[in-house]
Every structure is written in structure tokens, then in C-alpha cells.
């Protein structure tokens, strides 16, 4: 299976500073997803990055691939208090079956 | 881009009542799907492996008497919690891969599940 593993597991900053979280994989992937999970709510897709995409912006957020060293990076800019949630990555490819990691859980102050 | 839902999400029953939870995949079609569950503050499990026309894959120590998968169609495919107890009350969460194109996986929003 595909794992997603998120890193640091949790990020405290204050509202307006960048918030910067990492993911690791383990094999060849097809795309990787981030996702956000706010307290006791569902998930909500937040970006998709294909294998042969090395950086891609939403708002926001932009997102980094980096497959040689199978890593990905979520940055959120000039954070707000309502960023505050858990933050997923997904990868998946082919038949793989995508699990997910323990995810950061991201605090902004206000 | 392609989105998959979930019915209901949010659902409240009673102690040995079963629970139906719908997964669709809106704009493709998913001969796979695959369901997870969560648990406070913890990451998502996988429980099963859903594969339309046929029986569904089980991880190890998920019951599959107790959670019963069907996926009868290209877009849909069901979990039904049956004679459902307080520890069973969790966040459901399914994924759908669109095995029409472009074989990336989509998750729905889950479906919180409290037995009383």
C-alpha cells in the first residue's frame, strides 16, 4: 500500500505567518492529494499534484512534488485562524491502495 | 474535478439497528472503491476493498459479517453497519478510483456514525 506520512505531526503559528508541512511516500506514485479535516468534520480535498508536476498553487496554497526523494510539501500563506485543522496527504498510484498517515495538526492563533 | 459524496453524513441510531451509508462517485465511474473508518483524533484505517460485481476485500480483524459492503453499480457502492453498538460509532470515510481514465482516487467527505 501507499502511505502518506505527514510531517512535523503539529505546528503551532501565529495568524499571518506561513505554515510549511511535509510528506513522505514510499513507492512510485501516479498523484498525491492533500486534504484538510477540521475538528469532528469530513474531509476536504484541497490540491492534486500529478507525478510529473513539480509545483502547483490554489490560493493560498501551494504545493511542491518532489519524486526522487518521493517527498511533497503544503505550504499555507498569511495563515488565519480558520486554517487551523488536520492536514492529510494522500498518494496514490495505479493499483496501490492509498493509506493515510497520523496527518499535522495545524494551530493558528489569532 | 471528479467528486465523490457520501449519504448521509451525519446519522444517529440505536443500539441493534443497522445503519445503511451510501458512496458515489459522481462523475466516473469506480469499478473500486474502498472504505475507511476513523477514530477520534487518530488517521483513517482502511476497512475494505469494494470491487463491483464481486465480494469485497476485508483488512485483517474488520468483520465482515458486521460491516456489509455491496457495490452493485459502476458509481455506487454501500456500507451497512448491522446490529450496530456504541463502539461502533465512528467516522466513515470512502474513496472511489476512477478506473474509467485516469485511475487517481478521490475521496468522499465521510459520514460520522453515532450509536446510542
Known amino acids: 500500500s501507499q502511505q502518506g506520512e505527514e510531517d512535523p505531526q503539529a505546528l503551532s503559528i501565529q495568524e499571518g505567518e506561513n505554515a510549511t508541512m511535509n510528506c513522505s511516500y514510499k513507492?512510485?506514485?501516479?498523484?498525491l492529494q492533500w486534504y484538510r479535516q477540521n475538528s469532528g468534520r469530513g474531509l476536504v480535498h484541497l490540491i492534486l499534484i500529478r507525478s510529473n508536476e513539480r509545483e502547483k498553487h490554489s490560493g493560498r496554497l501551494r504545493v511542491t512534488l518532489d519524486t526522487s526523494k518521493k517527498s511533497s510539501s503544503l505550504l499555507i500563506t498569511a495563515s488565519r485562524a480558520a486554517d487551523t485543522a488536520s492536514y492529510f496527504c494522500?498518494?496514490?498510484?495505479?493499483?496501490?491502495?492509498?493509506?493515510f498517515g497520523r496527518g499535522t495538526s495545524l494551530i493558528v492563533h489569532p | 474535478g471528479a467528486v465523490v459524496s457520501q449519504h448521509p453524513s451525519r446519522v444517529i441510531c440505536k443500539s441493534g439497528t443497522s445503519v445503511k451509508i451510501e458512496c458515489r462517485s459522481l462523475?466516473?465511474?469506480?469499478?473500486?472503491m474502498f472504505w475507511y473508518r476513523q477514530f477520534p483524533k487518530q488517521s483513517l484505517m482502511l476497512m475494505a476493498t469494494s470491487n463491483e460485481g464481486s465480494k469485497a476485500t476485508y483488512e485483517q480483524g474488520v468483520e465482515k459479517d458486521k460491516f456489509l459492503i455491496n457495490h452493485a453499480s459502476l458509481t455506487l457502492s454501500t456500507l451497512t453497519v448491522t446490529s450496530a453498538h456504541p463502539e461502533d460509532s465512528s467516522f466513515y470515510i470512502c474513496?472511489?478510483?476512477?478506473?474509467?481514465?485516469?485511475?487517481?482516487?478521490?475521496f468522499g467527505p465521510g459520514t460520522r456514525l453515532t450509536v446510542t
Open positions: 494522500v498518494a496514490s498510484g495505479g493499483s496501490y491502495i492509498p493509506t
Open positions: 513507492t512510485s506514485i501516479n498523484n
Open positions: 462523475d466516473f465511474q469506480a469499478t473500486t
Open positions: 474513496s472511489a478510483r476512477d478506473t474509467g481514465g485516469s485511475y487517481e482516487q478521490y
